[in-house]
């Protein structure tokens, strides 16, 4: 059995100083650097996720991070406003004008964005 401190998640990006301005500043997220230059994201109760360099980065394909929120339209149009570009997708999983695909029984609302790395991020309804 794996005996365990902590948990972390961790992804890459090819310009840090670019990551650290996007999650700190267009995102308002707590972010510190360390002396290797790896940025560490702190996101509340304990939780971290790392982001190192990384010069041949691919963006990854997959939501790396998703935000849970209360109010899924009113976290969009706060991060439109803040000069983030939502994705839009095509059947089956069809977003509105804003990139909102709105849940039912099988998932929650739920919209995607992309880091300056190219790296996908959500924000979703809480449920």
Do not use: C
Request: no cysteine; net charge negative; proline share 4%.
């Amino acid at each position: 059995m794996l005996n365990y401190l902590k948990t972390f998640s961790s992804f890459s990006s090819n310009d840090l100083q670019q990551a650290k301005d996007f999650y700190q500043g267009k995102l308002g997220i707590d972010v510190s650097e360390n002396e290797m230059g790896i940025l560490t994201l702190h996101l509340g109760q304990g939780h971290e996720v790392i982001i190192y360099p990384k010069i041949n980065h691919e963006p990854a394909t997959f939501t790396v991070l998703n935000f849970a929120v209360e109010d899924v339209e009113k976290a969009v149009d706060g991060l439109i406003t803040a000069g983030i570009t939502f994705e839009q997708y095509g059947e089956p999983m069809k977003t509105d004008e804003k990139g909102i695909l709105h849940g039912d029984s099988r998932g929650p609302d739920i919209a995607w964005f992309k880091d300056p790395a190219g790296n996908i991020l959500s924000v979703l309804a809480s449920r």
